[in-house]
């Protein structure tokens, strides 16, 4: 079956220590999307690729940084990890090039515990 | 900006009774798409249905249904006689376009729904 892929499942680093977490995806989607969720909140999108377009929301702080080596991998990266980044990371693809049929599919998500 | 407003945080259901989750939403955007997710005690945001701002039709997939109205800017979901399976937590989101590269999506708070034996 097409799917989301991402791996750990939980990932335990410590304070400042640099962690990187993996996302696959079996869709061939063109967008690949890295979400952040805090505990009881609503996900928030931190960046996303077109392709190997790099696209970094706004807000995103410089502290999270993601590579994208081919279609089919795409990684999160966070450089100094605080007890604030612990959470829910979420990836998601979508197939992109029109608006009308942009559906994002979820992976089971990364839990990140920070001590 | 975009904004998706999920009023109940949790709702408490017995087996077999019918609940409804709201969703308000607001933008300036005249097309849209509106989208609802499940996210079980897993953690996987699983797609549940989208709907775009043309089509007002309400929708029916087995147990659940989907209530659009425009002209209040809502998108309200309908579990009929719940069962303990659907216990998660329920997001509404609206999409934007990113040109031709993808899309944002604005969720909502989410509502917690528990359905009891």
């Known amino acids: 079956d097409a799917m989301v892929i991402q791996n750990p499942r939980y990932q335990v680093t410590q304070f400042g220590k640099p962690v990187t977490l993996s996302c696959s995806q079996t869709l061939n989607h063109n967008v690949m999307y890295w979400y952040q969720q805090k505990s009881s909140q609503a996900p928030k999108l931190l960046f996303h690729?077109?392709?190997?377009?790099?696209?970094n929301e706004a807000d995103t702080p410089d502290n999270f940084q993601s590579r994208r080596p081919n279609t089919s991998f795409c990684f999160l990266d966070i450089r100094s990890p605080g007890l604030g980044d612990a959470a829910m990371y979420l990836c998601?693809?979508?197939?992109?090039?029109?608006?009308?049929?942009?559906?994002?599919?979820f992976g089971p998500g990364t839990r990140l515990t920070v001590l | 900006a975009q904004k998706v407003t999920q009023a109940q945080t949790e709702i408490s259901v017995v087996e077999k009774e019918d609940v409804t989750l709201d969703c308000v939403y607001e933008t300036r955007d005249t097309t849209y798409y509106l989208f609802w997710y499940k996210q079980p005690p897993s953690g996987e945001l699983v797609f549940l249905i989208r709907r775009n701002s043309f089509d007002e039709q309400n929708e029916i997939s087995g147990r659940y249904s989907w209530n659009f109205q425009k002209s209040t800017s809502s998108f309200n979901f309908t579990i009929t006689a719940s069962q303990v399976v659907d216990s998660a937590v329920y997001f509404c989101?609206?999409?934007?376009?990113?040109?031709?590269?993808?899309?944002?999506?604005?969720f909502g708070e989410g509502t917690q729904l528990t359905v009891n034996p």
């Open positions: 989101a609206l999409s934007e376009a990113l040109g031709t590269s993808g899309s944002r999506l604005t």
């Open positions: 998601a693809t979508s197939l992109g090039g029109s608006f009308n049929t942009d559906t994002q599919y």
């Open positions: 690729y077109y392709d190997k377009d790099f696209n």
